[in-house]
């Protein structure tokens, strides 16, 4: 009988060769040979996998930004008796990247973000990323606004104000990504930077609750 082969499984291990790959050598530096042996498939598997590196690129991109979003859903999942904007902030410390374990996936998303900037459709791939992620993040501003407004006795803002408290967020996140793996900033400094940050926004959501989750470099 022949043998079922798990394509999406095959396509998820190329993905994961291609971003070892990447982070070592940048997105250039990813030859088909390379990610075959990686995976331990044949070049044929690859190319029957993926017609062209671009898109090959393309899924491992898609690839990075779901274990992202992946790790910020878990947290939300996971977090019980934890107030609205604790879960915003641990929700921005994945984003982030900053812990040691995720310093590869940092380096693999600039790599990336870098090679968009003359690739259409790896650009186009990293928004619906973003799209996403703001989407997620609008979400959790707006309850934690709710949270701090209950709270406070006042009232929430407005959808318009959580969009753009939501992408200032992610953009500061998103920025000391680069700071920290180019080592401006330590793990420590990015973290004490975000927590600043976080504590801004919940004195401007009207309430105030214990910083919890993002690396502290006062210990």
Do not use: N
């Not at 859903?73 to 879960?87: F, Q, T």
């Not at 693999?108 to 650009?123: K, N, T």
């Not at 929430?156 to 680069?178: P, Q």
């Amino acid at each position: 009988m022949p043998k079922q082969v798990d394509y999406e499984e095959r396509r998820r291990r190329i993905a994961q060769a291609v971003c070892v790959l990447a982070g070592d050598h940048g997105p250039e530096g990813v030859g088909l040979r390379d990610v075959a042996a990686r995976a331990r498939v044949s070049l044929g598997a690859v190319q029957r996998c993926f017609r062209s590196k671009e898109q090959m690129l393309l899924f491992a991109v898609g690839h990075v930004g779901e274990r992202v979003l992946e790790r910020v859903r878990a947290g939300e999942a996971d977090g019980g008796d934890r107030s609205a904007a604790a879960v915003l902030e641990r929700a921005a410390t994945e984003v982030a990247l900053l812990r040691a374990e995720h310093r590869s996936e940092a380096r693999i998303w600039l790599a990336f973000v870098a090679r968009a900037a003359v690739s259409p459709p790896l650009a186009e791939a990293l928004r619906s990323s973003y799209a996403a992620l703001e989407e997620l993040f609008v979400r959790l501003v707006a309850e934690a606004a709710t949270e701090a407004a209950h709270a406070e006795g006042g009232a929430a803002g407005s959808a318009a104000a959580y969009r753009r408290e939501a992408r200032a967020l992610i953009a500061l996140a998103d920025g000391l990504t680069g700071h920290v793996v180019l080592g401006h900033l330590t793990e420590e400094e990015a973290g004490s930077t975000l927590r600043t940050q976080l504590a801004a926004l919940r004195e401007r959501l009207g309430g105030s609750v214990p910083s919890a989750g993002v690396p502290d470099c006062r210990t």
